[in-house]
């Protein structure tokens, strides 16, 4: 079971950078008494950049720093980003931050296209500069429409060799529902030797079932010889107004991270009666923090009402 704590940033809109949102937060702590936490945020024209808060370590629901200025900003035009930088996994990397960020190109016919980049910081995680212009993965014969939101793990074979793994999500299709183009979308896995270049086999981690249709941003994480999968996961219908079709928290377990046995039931966190995550709760992000695991997670409107968090309740 979790313990919310509540939320802890949403943005002023202020900045022009930073109008609405603070969208899929991902915690990267950086000392003893700051807690970093990077997220997507929209400017007048909703094109989404990578920013910051800082908060207390000893107590997150302080906020000690807003940055005032984007770390990654959309790309140049006819590039697959040229619409929103969205940042989603970073690893750490001797002395760079490698940010995998997901691009955001907009479709005449399906409102949007979306392909994973790979950003780089060199200064601490300030600024971002892209490895390159073009996407590392794109839409292939396995992911047919758009590939986004990747959650990266680094584990080290017997050997020494490393082995990099990738949870992602997968679009499979669109369908117009209400006059809207609506994409149906998965979790994949892929493969790497060098966090560059991945091997794509089409195995699907997370599918649709009766009542999901499209899942949001995996966050995996290894418990002792168990992996663990926390996501969003909602509806295709009136999921923007309905509760009932909305996202909510949901989980997953297996055992070699390929294969698994999804448990929503057992995700241990619900929706709020009321507040700034009564009608939805997505993109969550967990990380261990003073022994214990904690997760990030957004609220109403996608984002919108900013991020919060909860800890796992300790057993006896």
Excluded at 114 to 136: V, W
């Amino acid at each position: 079971m979790w313990i919310k704590k509540g939320l802890i940033y949403k943005t002023d809109g202020h900045l022009p950078f930073s109008r609405t949102h603070a969208q899929v937060p991902f915690a990267y702590p950086i000392s003893d008494e700051r807690l970093r936490v990077y997220f997507a945020t929209r400017d007048e024209n909703r094109s989404s950049s990578t920013s910051f808060v800082e908060l207390d370590a000893n107590d997150l629901s302080k906020v000690l720093y807003v940055h005032d200025k984007p770390c990654l900003s959309k790309g140049a035009v006819g590039m697959f980003d040229e619409t929103g930088a969205m940042p989603s996994w970073f690893i750490k990397r001797g002395d760079e931050i490698w940010l995998y960020y997901t691009g955001w190109n907009k479709s005449e016919t399906a409102w949007y296209r979306l392909g994973i980049g790979l950003a780089i910081s060199r200064d601490g995680g300030l600024t971002f500069e892209r490895a390159y212009d073009g996407p590392l993965l794109d839409r292939s014969i396995y992911d047919q429409v758009w590939i986004a939101q990747p959650c990266v793990m680094v584990e080290t074979e017997a050997d020494g060799t490393e082995r990099w793994r990738m949870w992602y999500l997968s679009c499979t299709k669109i369908e117009i529902i209400n006059g809207h183009p609506e994409p149906f979308y998965n979790v994949k896995y892929a493969e790497s030797k060098d966090g560059i270049t991945w091997e794509r086999t089409g195995i699907t981690c997370i599918g649709y079932n009766e009542f999901t249709d499209a899942i949001g941003r995996p966050a995996v994480i290894k418990d002792g010889d168990l992996y663990k999968m926390y996501y969003s996961y909602r509806s295709a219908t009136d999921f923007r107004t309905s509760v009932e079709k909305s996202y909510r928290i949901g989980y997953a377990e297996s055992k070699d991270g390929i294969t698994w046995d999804r448990k929503d039931d057992q995700a241990g966190i619900e929706r709020s009666e009321d507040g700034w995550d009564s009608s939805m709760m997505d993109y969550c992000h967990l990380f261990q923090h003073h022994g214990q695991w904690t997760m990030l997670y957004n609220g109403n409107g996608f984002g919108a009402s900013g991020f919060g968090y909860a800890v796992q309740e300790e057993e006896n």
